[in-house]
T-cell receptor, first 112, second 114 residues
Framework: GQQVMQIPQYQHVQEGEDFTTYCNSSTTLSNIQWYKQRPGGHPVFLIQLVKSGEVKKQKRLTFQFGEAKKNSSLHITATQTTDVGTYFCAGPHNTGFQKLVFGTGTRLLVSP | EAQVTQNPRYLITVTGKKLTVTCSQNMNHEYMSWYRQDPGLGLRQIYYSMNVEVTDKGDVPEGYKVSRKEKRNFPLILESPSPNQTSLYFC?????????????FGPGTRLTVT
């Protein structure tokens, strides 16, 4: 079945270091969404990318959608302790937009 | 305040005892979904609903039921819970199909089945 994998599963950085998580789909995606889940919290929508090769920025966060629309990345510049959490990518199921397939997630820990 | 609410937030139950987790949204969203979250597996969609009385299976529907009798409510029913349904459950809603629009998630329900 359709799978969306993320690497790494876990990363521990010092505050100020950069961080990147990669998302790889087994199928081509029409779009990709990114969510952040703080410890003990619920997923919160960050952004959606639609076009091949698209790059979007939100302050220190840079999101990319691959040319083949099968992969994506989230890069955080100069991490802060507020960036702690698990980051998930998600894409529409290949059967239609009613279903969403989430990636396995990358847990980020930031030490001060 | 726009929100998705779930109840209860925590539940410990025994195998076979029927339970219902309620979900309600105040944003007049058409689309609602239930997910379960397990370590290393991310979030997996259990059921979704496109409108009142319209529901369909997600990726892991076995052992669950849903209903959508009102637009704002989307309860999740476990008729005979088993230990492998111990998980963290999230309800979510969106204005448009989930694959094309942001979802708003509830706070989660942590369920333990012994």
């Amino acid at each position: 079945g359709q799978q969306v994998m993320q690497i790494p599963q876990y990363q521990h950085v010092q505050e100020g270091e950069d961080f990147t998580t990669y998302c790889n789909s087994s199928t081509t995606l029409s779009n990709i969404q990114w969510y952040k889940q703080r410890p003990g919290g619920h997923p919160v929508f960050l952004i959606q990318l639609v076009k091949s090769g698209e790059v979007k920025k939100q302050k220190r966060l840079t999101f990319q959608f691959g040319e083949a629309k099968k992969n994506s990345s989230l890069h955080i510049t100069a991490t802060q302790t507020t960036d702690v959490g698990t980051y998930f990518c998600a894409g529409p199921h290949n059967t239609g937009f009613q279903k969403l397939v989430f990636g396995t997630g990358t847990r980020l820990l930031v030490s001060p | 305040e726009a929100q998705v609410t779930q109840n209860p937030r925590y539940l410990i139950t025994v195998t076979g005892k029927k339970l219902t987790v309620t979900c309600s949204q105040n944003m007049n969203h058409e689309y609602m979904s239930w997910y379960r979250q397990d370590p290393g597996l991310g979030l997996r969609q259990i059921y979704y609903s496109m409108n009142v009385e319209v529901t369909d299976k997600g990726d892991v529907p076995e052992g669950y039921k849903v209903s959508r009798k009102e637009k704002r409510n989307f309860p999740l029913i476990l008729e005979s819970p088993s230990p492998n349904q111990t998980s963290l459950y999230f309800c979510a809603s969106s204005l448009n199909p989930v694959g094309s629009y942001e979802q708003y998630f509830g706070p989660g329900t942590r369920l333990t089945v012994t």
